[in-house]
């Protein structure tokens, strides 16, 4: 940096540019890298969202104008979301998805935080391997531990429920941990000493220090895990396919097409209720979970 | 830091010679060792009851033949020989590869991309933010089953518009040729993660540093290569790991999708499995056969094996990518 500066200075000194016609022609470029640039991003903007509009538009119409070549609807049924509750058995994957993520979500916390705390602020041999026995764990595709998993779960006769998805969020998840020690590595030592000459032990100092500067990081980690679940296909369909009483969302709709052939009304219906709470609940917690992504990216 | 414990740890042994104090029942050190232990124990139970035990379980399953209802019997490498002559799996490899190949390159160029134009607009940086990320949180299955919706043969959206101008539209998911550029597409809709930590990279970039290089007579793509990309590299190579890992795994849109865009061919009923690789094969990924092997037929002897050749496959490529990375950036991360 400091070898490209004094040239720079020295080129500026040396061709004085001439005033008017240089600064004109210095604005109408930036005017024109200005419409490019913004032409392109409202092009991907359209794009991006356009599929969103397509199907909350179809998801109005009736079951004969979805299979038309109309973009908008001729009259509107908003009727066809209480269809989907009533031709599946909705209000039951609604519950089992809430208690699938929300179970999760808590256990996940409950077990993680402590973990990451002892992998980002403090001192222990094998500190180093266990960090990488979890990244190991959140790299891991789940196809190539779910023979020994799922017969483990059969022997407990817990297949074709949820608790094989539910109960091991209860012994930490890689992911939030690795999250977790992102966000603890990034809060200064000294706030942790203080604490510790105060005469906090070391759980006193997780709660009384760290958890409220962590709180943004706890959010994002927590909404994570919530969405996880939510979205989550392979593990419901992997476990829970066997039993429809067990269903979650994810499964709901995924079969909603095939057992109920052309109806993409309520296809798109159905789709957009799934987004919908994804969505709110973005917007309201946008900045955490910006940050979340963004720390993910941050190797440590 | 280790060494100051150390030596305080050597200074309060010397001071317990002295039979000054009534000697404690643990050493300090075992007591901080109680304190991690109760700050892991419940991860490092994690850890062996989820990484350790099932992988060396899925190694032993490997050499045996296993239905779950009889114990397995050992088979050596018989399970491993017959992969050789899988005509299935062969597709499955072939269909992952492509994906691996053509999908992971498209999304981390698209996302660095999207992140450039987001993070050089001047204004409404966070706008363009925020409609570039929505699709990444829309759940895998709904976005499956939108694009399904809007890349319908015939009255589709998409193919309608190409129409209004004059483009005869492929039949998208219900053409073997064209049924993985369209889960691409899907894929590159959901970019959003790639492209916030691009961004957030991009905007580490001293400003500075691209002034300096731009008065020294740079070009914009001299800038690019020099200025930019290094400082890019750490994320490339993470953005391509979480790629690679994602392509290998990748499940859920190929089931649905498939699912979906068949229940439009047949008007029938069937569950998604029945439609697993449709059309003709061409979604077939190797999770997919994994799954089938595995839990429609039983056969956790063989899908064991095919996960354990998944394993070294997905290591050997976080090895390589990160060996790579580390050359390029000349830093450790």
Redesign the interface.
């Given at each position: 940096?400091t070898q490209?500066?004094p040239?720079?200075a020295h080129?500026?000194r040396r061709v004085p540019p001439p005033r008017s016609g240089y600064a004109a022609r210095r604005r109408r470029r930036a005017l024109l890298l200005?419409i490019a640039?913004?032409s392109?991003?409202i092009a991907?903007?359209i794009?991006?969202?356009?599929?969103?509009v397509?199907?909350v538009l179809?998801s109005f119409m009736s079951s004969s104008q979805s299979?038309?070549?109309h973009?908008w609807p001729h009259s509107w049924h908003p009727g066809n979301y209480l269809a989907v509750f009533r031709k599946t058995d909705m209000p039951r994957y609604l519950w089992n998805t809430v208690l699938y993520a929300g179970l999760g979500t808590i256990f996940t916390i409950a077990?993680?935080v402590?973990?990451a705390?002892?992998l980002a602020k403090?001192?222990?041999p094998g500190r180093k391997v266990?960090f990488l026995?979890?990244i190991?764990?959140m790299?891991?595709?789940?196809?190539?531990?779910?023979?020994?998993?799922?017969?483990?779960w059969?022997y407990y006769g817990l297949t074709g429920t949820l608790w094989p998805l539910i109960l091991?969020s209860?012994?930490?998840d890689a992911f939030s941990?690795f999250l977790l020690r992102q966000f603890m590595l990034t809060i200064p030592d000294e706030y942790l000493d203080t604490a510790r000459v105060d005469g906090c032990?070391?759980?006193r100092t997780?709660f009384k220090v760290v958890w409220p500067m962590a709180r943004p990081g706890i959010a994002a980690t927590a909404m994570f895990q919530f969405?996880y679940a939510?979205?989550d296909?392979?593990g419901p369909?992997?476990y829970a396919?066997e039993n429809q009483a067990n269903w979650t969302?994810?499964l709901g709709?995924?079969?909603f097409?095939?057992?109920h052939?052309?109806a993409?009304n309520l296809?798109?219906a159905?789709?957009v209720f799934?987004?919908v709470p994804?969505?709110v609940v973005?917007f309201f917690a946008?900045k955490a979970f910006?940050q979340g992504?963004?720390l993910?990216?941050v190797?440590g | 830091?280790?060494t100051t414990?150390t030596s305080h740890h050597a200074a309060t042994r010397e001071l317990a010679v002295q039979p000054r104090r009534r000697p404690a029942a643990f050493s300090r050190r075992t007591r901080?060792?109680f304190?991690?232990l109760?700050?892991?124990a419940?991860?490092?139970?994690?850890?062996l009851?989820?990484?350790v035990?099932?992988?060396l379980?899925?190694l032993y399953?490997s050499f045996t033949r296993?239905n779950?209802l009889t114990p397995p019997t050992w088979v050596g490498l018989r399970n491993y020989g017959a992969m050789l002559h899988d005509a299935n799996l062969l597709k499955a490899v072939e269909n992952t590869l492509w994906l691996v190949a053509i999908m992971v390159p498209a999304q981390v160029l698209f996302g660095l991309g999207?992140g450039m134009?987001?993070a050089?607009?001047?204004r409404?940086t966070s706008f363009?933010?925020?409609?570039?990320?929505?699709?990444a949180?829309?759940?895998?299955?709904?976005g499956a089953?939108?694009?399904?919706?809007?890349l319908?043969p015939g009255?589709g959206?998409v193919n309608?518009m190409l129409s209004a101008v004059g483009i005869d539209g492929p039949l998208w998911f219900n053409d073997p040729t064209w049924a993985k550029p369209s889960l691409t597409l899907l894929a590159l809709?959901g970019i959003?993660?790639t492209m916030?930590?691009f961004l957030?990279?991009l905007l580490d970039v001293?400003a500075?540093?691209h002034e300096?290089?731009a008065?020294?007579g740079a070009t914009g793509w001299q800038r690019f290569r020099l200025v930019t990309l290094p400082t890019l590299s750490?994320?490339i190579a993470?953005?391509a790991?979480t790629g690679v890992?994602a392509a290998?795994?990748y499940?859920?849109q190929a089931?649905?999708a498939a699912?979906?865009a068949?229940?439009?061919a047949n008007?029938?009923?069937?569950?998604?499995a029945s439609?697993f690789g449709d059309p003709e094969g061409s979604t077939f990924t190797y999770?997919l056969w994994?799954?089938l092997k595995?839990?429609k037929y039983n056969k956790?002897g063989y899908?064991?094996a095919m996960?354990?050749v998944?394993?070294v496959v997905?290591?050997t490529v976080?090895a390589i990518v990160i060996r790579r990375s580390r050359s390029l950036s000349g830093e450790q991360?």
């Open positions: 940096m490209l500066a040239p720079r080129s500026h200005f640039q913004h392109v991003a991907l903007c794009m991006f969202l356009s599929p969103f397509f199907i179809t299979l038309s070549s973009y077990s993680s402590p973990a705390y002892a403090l001192r222990w266990a026995a979890v190991c764990m790299l891991l595709p789940p196809q190539i531990t779910a023979v020994p998993l799922y017969s483990m059969a091991p209860l012994f930490g941990i032990g070391e759980w997780l969405f939510w979205n296909y392979y369909f992997l396919s969302v994810s709709i995924a079969s097409r095939s057992l052939a052309v993409w296809v798109t159905a789709t799934a987004i994804v969505v973005f946008q910006v992504v963004t993910t990216g190797k | 830091m280790t414990t901080h060792g304190t991690v109760s700050f892991m419940p991860a490092l139970i994690g850890i009851a989820f990484l035990y099932p992988l379980s899925a399953f296993f779950l999207a134009l987001v050089s607009v001047r409404g363009y933010r925020t409609v570039f990320y929505l699709p949180l829309v759940p895998p299955v709904a089953l939108a694009f399904v919706y809007i319908k009255a959206p309608r809709w959003g993660n916030v930590i957030a990279a001293p500075n540093l300096a290089a008065l020294d750490p994320v993470f953005s790991i890992i290998l795994q499940f859920t089931a649905v699912s979906a068949n229940g439009e008007t029938g009923g069937g569950s998604v439609a999770p994994l799954y595995g839990f956790l899908a064991s996960a354990i998944l394993f997905a290591f976080v991360s």
